[in-house]
T-cell receptor, first 115, second 112 residues
Framework: ETGVTQTPRHLVMGMTNKKSLKCEQH?????MYWYKQSAKKPLELMFV???????ENNSVPSRFSPECPNSSHLFLHLHTLQPEDSALYLC??????????????FGPGTRLLVL | KQEVTQIPAALSVPEGENLVLNCSFT??????LQWFRQDPGKGLTSLLL?????REQTSGRLNASLDKSSGRSTLYIAASQPGDSATYLC???????????FGPGTRLSVLP
């Protein structure tokens, strides 16, 4: 276990549904990340939060809405998704504000299927 | 825009062999480079982190080198074991933020 948990582990949703992914880290870290891993594509960084403030948004469509209420919790709210959004969504955390400069710890991921 | 490639895409070796995985990146203005392993259906586990000012890092049977000027890194695995079977990913962190760019990975199978 890396100290980063994600729920649910698997999710099936229709295109009109609204759902949320949850990530929690027990490492005392200050930075948290959402990544998307699609089949046959490299892992893509979606969002970065430092001390609860969003510091990076890699041109992610607005149907993905992140929320970071505190340094330990990160959510990804999903609405009106498309089938091509089906992927493994990974959460990660790291020590400080300089995520590129230190090790990231990943959760097990949420496998999302959009029908 | 940074692009990261990894060669080979897949590799199958008998147990006990030494092997090298390759990672290349197009923009040498990186802050660090990390190697991860990913087991099927699971998240990533960090293996080694090399700062841009460093040439290599070692952990147990793993050794990672970095040649920033040529845009290359290698991960050397000594005396491979079946438990090493996984997908190995390299990722580069840039100087301008926290944007991590990952390679597509090398899928390694070590046969007993």
């Amino acid at each position: 276990e890396t100290g980063v948990t994600q729920t649910p582990r698997h999710l099936v949703m229709g295109m009109t549904n609204k759902k949320s992914l949850k990530c929690e880290q027990h490492l005392g870290h200050n930075a948290m990340y959402w990544y998307k891993q699609s089949a046959k594509k490299p892992l893509e960084l979606m969002f970065v939060y430092n001390f609860k403030e969003q510091t990076e948004n890699n041109s992610v469509p607005s149907r993905f809405s992140p929320e970071c209420p505190n340094s330990s919790h990160l959510f990804l709210h999903l609405h009106t998704l498309q089938p091509e959004d089906s992927a493994l969504y990974l959460c990660a955390s790291s020590q400080g504000t300089s995520g590129g400069w230190e090790t990231q710890y990943f959760g097990p991921g949420t496998r999302l299927l959009v029908l | 825009k940074q692009e990261v490639t990894q060669i080979p895409a897949a590799l199958s070796v008998p147990e006990g062999e030494n092997l090298v995985l390759n990672c290349s990146f197009t923009d040498s203005a990186i802050y660090n480079l990390q190697w991860f392993r990913q087991d099927p259906g699971k998240g990533l586990t960090s293996l080694l982190l090399i700062q841009s000012s460093q040439r290599e890092q070692t952990s147990g049977r793993l050794n990672a080198s970095l040649d920033k000027s040529s845009g290359r890194s290698t991960l050397y695995i000594a005396a491979s074991q079946p438990g090493d079977s996984a997908t190995y990913l390299c990722a580069v962190g840039d100087n301008y933020g926290q944007n991590f760019v990952f390679g597509p990975g090398t899928r390694l199978s070590v046969l007993p």
